[in-house]
């Protein structure tokens, strides 16, 4: 499936993990609603005298999180005091900290990680997957990470004597086509004690796994229009079993999966970007990599 794929992604957005968020940031119950007003240019704070703004407070957001789609016009009202409040003391705190740190290496190694971590977030909203591109990977991988458990169509006839259950088989020997299937509803109609009796032992489709283990294996065993020869053992009973469809092309609806799929897609294409640039780069390891 596709979770198979999303283990090879290289970068992930993050996002904010408070009740409310969701749709890109989106507040969407009423009492999580924005604060109105505000816009890039407003006025939040001073310290020090000097003006902060939204937009001050967006970067630190975005910068700290990751995701560019964060905005505190977009945040429910009672959490907007609290990231200008952390804003605030990251600024109150740094010209402090800048004479002790900004100038060790350990600084400057934390800088180069931020910056590549930044680019490449960046880098990974630039790029563009088109619903096309997206249906044509899912089609050419259909059988390969889209395709769910087979499907079953039966009856069943349940019992709780073997003697019977083999009597019921032999009185079907024989028949095939419609007649089969309505013998096979009557006497289920009439002996079998699964609440299916009432309509002709019809069990519809099923997933084989959910299923008694011999149960499965009969059915599955079987080709459409065929009966079990032999009464099939469950903790339910003895079983008669009439298969009617085997649907083996059955796959998770593009729509479900599109989203998975774009994100791989755009994953895929950062990762080829990257291995561009490491296929440039002169690299020689003077120890053992492990």
């Given at each position: 499936m596709i979770k198979k794929?999303?283990?090879?992604?290289?970068?992930?957005?993050s996002a904010f993990a408070f009740a409310g968020m969701a749709h890109g940031g989106k507040?969407?119950?009423?009492?999580?609603?924005?604060?109105?007003?505000?816009?890039?240019?407003?006025?939040?704070?001073?310290?020090?005298?000097?003006?902060?703004?939204?937009?001050?407070?967006?970067?630190?957001?975005?910068?700290?999180?990751?995701?560019?789609?964060?905005?505190?016009?977009?945040?429910?009202?009672?959490?907007?005091?609290d990231f200008v409040k952390k804003y605030l003391e990251t600024e109150k705190y740094y010209n402090a900290a800048a004479k002790e740190i900004t100038k060790t290496p350990q600084y400057k190694a934390l800088m180069k990680k931020i910056a590549v971590d930044l680019w490449m977030t960046q880098e990974y909203n630039k790029i563009k997957v088109s619903e096309k591109e997206a249906k044509a990977f899912y089609d050419k991988n259909k059988d390969l990470y889209f395709k769910t458990d087979p499907k079953l169509k039966a009856r069943h006839i349940v019992?709780?004597?073997?003697?019977?259950?083999?009597?019921i088989i032999n009185e079907l020997k024989g028949l095939h086509g419609k007649a089969l299937e309505k013998k096979f509803a009557e006497l289920a109609k009439k002996y079998s004690i699964g609440p299916s009796k009432v309509d002709g032992g019809e069990l519809g489709y099923f997933d084989p796994k959910s299923m008694?283990?011999?149960?499965?294996?009969?059915?599955?065993?079987?080709?459409?229009?065929?009966?079990?020869?032999?009464?099939?053992?469950?903790?339910?009973?003895?079983?008669?079993?009439?298969?009617?469809d085997k649907n083996t092309k059955n796959y998770v609806p593009f729509n479900k999966v599109k989203g998975q799929i774009i994100a791989y897609l755009k994953n895929k294409k950062l990762d080829d970007e990257l291995t561009n640039i490491d296929n440039k780069t002169k690299v020689k390891y003077l120890i053992p990599k492990k």
């Open positions: 794929l999303l283990l090879t992604t290289s970068i992930a957005i507040a969407q119950a009423h009492n999580m609603a924005p604060m109105k007003g505000l816009t890039d240019s407003t006025v939040v704070a001073t310290i020090d005298g000097k003006k902060v703004t939204v937009k001050d407070v967006n970067a630190y957001m975005q910068g700290m999180t990751k995701d560019f789609r964060i905005k505190l016009q977009d945040l429910p009202a009672q959490h907007v005091g019992v709780k004597d073997e003697k019977l259950a083999q009597k008694a283990p011999n149960f499965a294996k009969a059915a599955s065993s079987l080709k459409v229009g065929e009966i079990t020869t032999k009464p099939v053992p469950t903790r339910f009973g003895y079983h008669v079993i009439l298969l009617e």
